[in-house]
């Protein structure tokens, strides 16, 4: 049988037989489609090498090699604050300034909130092969670099997975403390990773063979001098030879408006994001202007979806107050910058 339609004459029995045999054939060999990969599991990376980091002692000279780190265990010392009055104050650093921290008497108990179950498969044994490239950021902690992923000689499985572009924050063996800190808070605050601050994907670290220098602790100032490249002088830190890194995701290089009025929503979504890190026990000090990142291209509107990654968490502990002290605390350090910025001025802590 057959249907005219216009010029065109159509066999409905040929054409049903046609799609029958395109139907078969696309369930025997599917269509390969372009859809993104599962996100990286953020314990999924076992070992990590940064191309051309070190120099080498070779006859004549020296060499640039690559540096192989393995991931390590995450260990802080003084990771907690309980803020009663008879608290020795040497249980913060020295060079910190919250003193009167200890003043503060409302408290939940005699303990932090305990860390919240974690979510992850078993630690994987991926390999990631890292070139740093230009350095974002410095700060007392380190510096941290963006960092491009060398396919070829990194695991396939990276290849597939929805990876986000990377960063490596780098430390001097001096501020190892600060690292450790840092990393043990974004264990600590897992649940938040992706939502409100960046995904962690792991503290690394080596040994240093003598002889062998890391090239990013030849520049002057690594929080705040020359481009790594630029150094070529000798290395003075042969008294320490540990090196560590933290592997983040990058979130952006764009912070708040500045000169302008602060859009209400924004100054709500933040203080938000600050109560998510209370409801964790997890009190961060260290409010900047510089450690509140906005997400590119991002969209606010539903519950729990910010257009903003909250960072650099050298300095945050656990702590008992309670989430009206958190508040207050917080909010003591956010008013100020929120107040300062419409005027054309960063206020810092």
């Known amino acids: 049988m057959t249907r005219q339609s216009g010029r065109e004459a159509i066999d409905v029995q040929s054409l049903a037989n046609f799609l029958s045999n395109i139907n078969h054939f696309l369930i ?7 859809t993104a990969g599962e996100m990286l599991a953020a314990n999924a990376i076992a070992t990590i090498s940064l191309i051309d980091a070190v120099y080498e002692p070779v006859p004549g000279g020296k060499s640039v090699a690559d540096l192989e780190l393995e991931r390590g265990v995450v260990t802080c010392n003084k990771p907690y604050i309980r803020p009663e009055p008879d608290i020795d104050p040497d249980y913060i650093d020295s060079d910190s300034d919250e003193d009167d921290f200890y003043n503060f008497k409302e408290t939940i108990g005699p303990e932090p909130p305990a860390r919240l179950p974690s979510k992850l498969p078993p630690p994987g044994n991926l390999h990631a092969s890292l070139r740093l490239t230009r350095r974002i950021a410095s700060g007392r902690a380190g510096a941290v670099f963006e960092a491009e992923l060398n396919e070829d000689a990194s695991s396939p499985e990276l290849t597939t997975a929805t990876l986000s572009r990377l960063v490596v924050k780098i430390c001097h063996p001096t501020t190892y403390y600060r690292l450790s800190r840092e990393a043990f808070c974004y264990e600590e605050m897992e649940s938040l990773q992706g939502r409100v601050i960046p995904r962690y994907y792991g503290l690394f670290q080596t040994i240093l063979e ?15 001098g020359n481009d790594a490249n630029d150094s070529d002088e000798e290395d003075h830190s042969d008294f320490h030879r540990s090196l560590t890194v933290l592997v983040l995701e990058y979130v952006s290089e764009e912070f708040l408006p500045v000169g302008r009025k ?44 910010y257009r903003w990654r909250l960072v650099d968490f050298d300095r945050a502990r656990k702590s008992n107050m309670s989430l009206r002290r958190f508040e207050i605390e917080h909010e003591n350090s956010l008013e100020p910058l929120f107040k300062w910025l419409p005027r054309g001025v960063v206020r810092e802590p």
């Open 210 to 224: 003598p002889g062998v220098m890391f090239r990013y602790w030849k520049m002057e100032k690594i929080w705040g």
């Open 28 to 34: 025997k060999c599917p269509i390969r489609r372009s």
């Open 262 to 305: 602060l859009d209400d929503k924004i100054i709500k979504e933040i203080k938000e994001m600050f109560k998510e890190l209370a409801r964790l026990g997890v009190w961060q000090p260290d409010i900047r202007y510089a450690n509140i990142l906005r997400l590119p291209n991002a969209e606010s509107g539903n519950a729990g979806q």
